[in-house]
């Protein structure tokens, strides 16, 4: 039991330090509870965000460009997934990371398109790992 409680403090307190608490937004809280649960808020707005943009691109794309951002994405997922469990268990900080990561490269993709100047080269790029 002992040993059980030992890993999942550390696998918390990994949790809580790896992304600085989404910019400090956690920082308020004291307890271990209460920061993972304002950190898994703060990846599912994140995870909303990013399926907006991504929507959105998907949205001034040509058919067969559609197609390549697709396959990039669930390749990207696979990436994100696997970057981000250990041992059975989600590191949301982790997920939030790598969430905005790539949000910033879609929504990067999709100010370029919307100026007329899209690289198709880029948005089926798999910039990651």
């Known amino acids: 039991m002992k040993k059980v409680i030992a890993g999942l403090s550390a696998s918390l307190f990994m949790l809580m330090s790896n992304l600085a608490h989404a910019d400090g937004e956690c920082d308020k809280y004291k307890t271990s509870y209460d920061k993972t649960y304002c950190m898994a808020k703060i990846f599912m707005e994140a995870d909303k965000e990013l399926n907006t943009v991504y929507s ?9 460009l559609k ?10 997922l696979k990436y994100r997934d696997s970057s981000c469990e250990q041992s059975g268990s989600i590191d949301v900080s982790c997920n939030y990371k790598v969430n905005k990561e790539r949000t910033d490269y879609l929504r990067d993709r999709l ?11 880029l948005i089926a790029q798999k910039n990651w790992g």
């Not at 197609?67 to 990207?76: G, H, N, P, S």
């Open 111 to 121: 100010r370029e398109c919307k100026a007329g100047t899209c690289r198709n080269e």
């Open 67 to 76: 197609k390549q951002l697709t396959e990039t994405q669930r390749a990207w």
């Open 56 to 64: 959105e691109l998907r949205g001034v794309l040509k058919e067969d």
